[in-house]
């Protein structure tokens, strides 16, 4: 199942130079992101390059379990397309070439670039999106879409980064012909804890906060989201945030103190960073989710997977 679905259509698109500030962090809580801006631009190109390895290992005709109408060969050309996209927003053209025209499509770009090619093209095009990066100064302009969206370099590093990774996952499923698992996908992607939540920050408090809620019900109810332990971190689960989405018309998504949770949410969530990061991006199954049944109504994560779409505007 697709999540990451950013531009759709590139002609006509908004142009958002704005950017909102983040919530303040409850005392003694760690805001999860965003990272360091050098962080980012080196997980973009590791990302794009495991992206490449599964991709080069399943071959551009096999089938992406995760992405069910995509063979290989679409998810190398969808995700080299949005790097180009987005190094075009950051180096003032707007979603277009320097010469003012639209980039290709995906279609396109599959007919112009040899299949044999496909990979390195991608990893050319998130090396070529690093560089606009580093070259940008701090208070570069450029669209934005996202609810208490950074500014925009960092946006867009940060959001490269999450997109890049969520389909190097993909990679990896037609690599193996199935989901992986959660420890799968952290050996392939060397995903740590810390760029889990800042992921899960941004879907969270980004992009399921924009415009009517998706899983709404008759009633508002609220979800807690809460990370777990791990072997990875030793078990410090106390300095995590916890995220709260009180879900009605609207999705508002507060972070809590995770030592001091609600005492009562509808819905619980939770799980380790990792296995939250892919079950939320609907990635994976491994997280627990708890919630009163209710007849006739579809479960939260049923829902959420059915209507949770991540798109660009």
């Known amino acids: 199942m697709t999540t990451t679905r ?3 259509g590139r002609r006509g698109a908004p142009q958002h130079d704005a950017h909102h500030a983040t919530p303040p962090s409850p005392p003694g809580v760690d805001a999860p992101g965003p990272l360091a801006l050098e962080r980012y631009l080196a997980l973009v190109p590791a990302a794009a390059r495991a992206l490449a390895a599964a991709a080069d290992e399943a071959g551009p005709d096999a089938a992406v379990p995760t992405c069910p109408r995509w063979a290989v060969a679409d998810l190398v050309a969808h995700q080299g397309m949005v790097h180009r996209w987005a190094a075009s927003h950051v180096l003032g053209h707007r979603g277009r070439t320097p010469e003012g025209r639209f980039l ?3 279609a396109a770009y599959l007919r112009e670039v040899p299949r044999d090619g496909l990979t390195a093209w991608l990893v050319r095009g998130a090396d ?3 560089a606009a990066l580093a070259d940008a100064s701090d208070d570069v302009r450029a669209m934005t879409f996202l609810h208490a969206a950074p500014a925009p370099r960092v946006f867009w590093a940060r959001r490269q980064t999450h997109e890049t990774t969520v389909h190097a996952v993909d990679a990896v499923a037609a690599r193996l ?3 992986p698992t959660t420890a ?4 392939a992607l060397g995903l740590t804890p810390d760029v889990a939540l800042d992921g899960l ?3 969270l408090r980004g992009f399921v906060t924009r415009g009517a809620a998706r899983i709404r019900r008759d009633e508002p109810f609220t979800v807690l989201v809460r990370p777990g332990v791990d072997e990875v971190d030793g078990g410090r689960a106390g300095s995590r945030p916890a995220w709260l989405l009180h879900v009605d018309e609207a999705v508002v998504t507060a972070l809590v103190d995770p030592a001091a949770p609600p005492d009562r949410a509808d819905v619980r969530v939770t799980g380790s960073p990792a296995a939250l990061y892919l079950g939320l991006w609907n990635r994976g199954d491994e997280m627990t989710v708890d919630e009163m049944a209710v007849d006739g109504r579809p479960g939260f994560l049923d829902a959420w997977r059915a209507k949770q779409r991540v798109r660009w505007s």
């Open 104 to 106: 290709p499509s995906e």
């Open 184 to 187: 799968e996908a952290v050996e």
């Open 201 to 203: 920050d941004e879907l």
């Open 128 to 130: 070529d999106l690093v």
């Open 177 to 179: 012909g199935r989901t």
């Open 6 to 8: 950013e531009p759709r």
